[in-house]
C-alpha cells in the first residue's frame, strides 16, 4: 500500500506531495512543526501538542484557516488511511509561498503538511544500554519555545557527538545546562527531579509535561529551576525526554560517569510509567 500523506487540504500519495520552491520554509525556515506519537490509532496527549502547534504559529504570526478540530480530524483520516496503529505524526505549518523578501508577505496561504509513519515503542531493555554524551555551548537562537523547523544547530550537534561516538549532546548556556539536540533533560539528587524552567530557552517538551505529571505517583519532588553543569556531573541520575525516545537515561558526560554509570531506579520507574501511560491511552 502506497504511503498517503495530506498536503493543503489533500490526501495524496506521498512520493506525489510536492511544495513548491518558492515556500519560504524553503528559504527562511520561516515554519513551525509538531511530532506526536501514534498508539491504539489515537493522538498521545493530542491537546497539549495542539495547543503548542498554535502558540507557535502565534509567535510567528502564522495564521492558519484550519481548526483544532479540523487539523485534528485530518491527522485521524491520515492514521486511518495509513492503517497505522503505532507510529509517529509530523506536521509542519509553512507561512507559504511568495517571492523572496525579507519582509512577511501579507495575504499569504501557509502551506500544511503532515506525514505519518510506522513507530515501535521503546522497550525496557534500552535502558542498559550505556548513553554517551558530551557537551556544547547552546548557540541556538532566544526564541527555543517555538517548535521552529530551524533545526540546524541540533543537527549539527548530533552530528559532533555522532563523531566523538556519542549519542547526544548536552547545550549549555552561560553554564547553565539548558537541553540536549532534540530533548528536554533532567536529573535526579538526593530524590528530588530538577529540570529547567519553561521560558524562551528551552522547548516546553510535551514528553517533560508529562513526566512531570507522572512524577506525582512516585515519592519524588520535582523543581523547575536552573542548573549548572557541575550539578549535573554531581547528579545521582541523568535523562533526557522526548516523543519518541520517552525517558532516555544518560550514563556519561565529557567522559565522565554519572555516577556509578549504570541507570537509576527513578529514571527506571519513570520509563516504565510513561510506557504504561502510552499503552493505556
Ligand atoms: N527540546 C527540543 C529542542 C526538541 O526538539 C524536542 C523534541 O523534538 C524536545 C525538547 C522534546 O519535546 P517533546 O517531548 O514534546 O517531544
Same mark, same amino acid.
Given at each position: 500500500m502506497a504511503k498517503i500523506s495530506f498536503l493543503?487540504?489533500? +490526501? %495524496?500519495?506521498? *512520493? /506525489?506531495?510536492?511544495?513548491? %520552491?518558492?515556500?519560504?520554509?524553503?528559504? +527562511?525556515a520561516d515554519s513551525i512543526y509538531e511530532v506526536t506519537l501514534v498508539h491504539n490509532n489515537k493522538l498521545i496527549d493530542g491537546e497539549l501538542h495542539w495547543q503548542r502547534l498554535i502558540n507557535s504559529l502565534e509567535k510567528m504570526k502564522i495564521r492558519i484557516n484550519y481548526t483544532v478540530k479540523q487539523l485534528d480530524d485530518f491527522a485521524q483520516q491520515l492514521i486511518r488511511q495509513n492503517d497505522i496503529v503505532t507510529g509517529s505524526l509530523y506536521v509542519q505549518i509553512t507561512r507559504g509561498v511568495a517571492p523572496r523578501n525579507q519582509l512577511l508577505p501579507e495575504n499569504i496561504k501557509p502551506t500544511v503538511i503532515m506525514t505519518i509513519s510506522e513507530f515501535k515503542l521503546p522497550v525496557a531493555e534500552i535502558l542498559d544500554k550505556a548513553v554517551k554524551t558530551i557537551s556544547q555551548p547552546d548557540i541556538r537562537w532566544q526564541m527555543c519555545d517555538? @517548535? *521552529?523547523?530551524?533545526?540546524? %544547530?541540533? *543537527?549539527?550537534? /548530533?552530528? /559532533? #557527538?555522532?563523531? #566523538?561516538?556519542c549519542d547526544d549532546v548536552i547545550m549549555l548556556r552561560d553554564n547553565v545546562v539548558t537541553e540536549c539536540c532534540f530533548s528536554n %533533560? +533532567?536529573?535526579? @539528587?538526593?530524590?528530588?527531579?530538577?529540570?529547567?524552567?519553561?521560558?524562551?530557552?528551552?522547548?516546553?517538551?510535551?514528553?517533560?509535561?508529562?513526566i512531570i505529571e507522572l512524577t506525582k505517583q512516585i515519592d519524588i519532588k520535582v523543581i523547575e529551576r536552573k542548573f549548572k553543569f557541575d550539578e549535573l556531573l554531581e547528579a545521582d541520575e541523568v535523562f533526557s525526554s522526548s516523543t519518541t525516545t520517552f525517558v532516555r537515561p544518560i550514563h556519561i558526560v565529557d567522559n565522565q560517569m554519572i555516577k556509578d554509570g549504570a541507570t537509576g531506579r527513578v529514571t527506571r520507574e519513570l520509563f516504565n510509567s510513561y510506557l504504561k501511560f502510552v499503552q493505556s491511552t
Open positions: 493543503n487540504g489533500e +490526501f %495524496i500519495e506521498h *512520493s /506525489k506531495a510536492m511544495v513548491h %520552491i518558492d515556500d519560504r520554509a524553503m528559504q +527562511f517555538v @517548535k *521552529s523547523t530551524g533545526l540546524l %544547530i541540533g *543537527s549539527l550537534y /548530533k552530528q /559532533k #557527538a555522532a563523531d #566523538a561516538n %533533560i +533532567f536529573i535526579v @539528587k538526593n530524590q528530588q527531579l530538577i529540570t529547567h524552567p519553561l521560558d524562551n530557552h528551552i522547548l516546553a517538551g510535551i514528553t517533560r509535561h508529562r
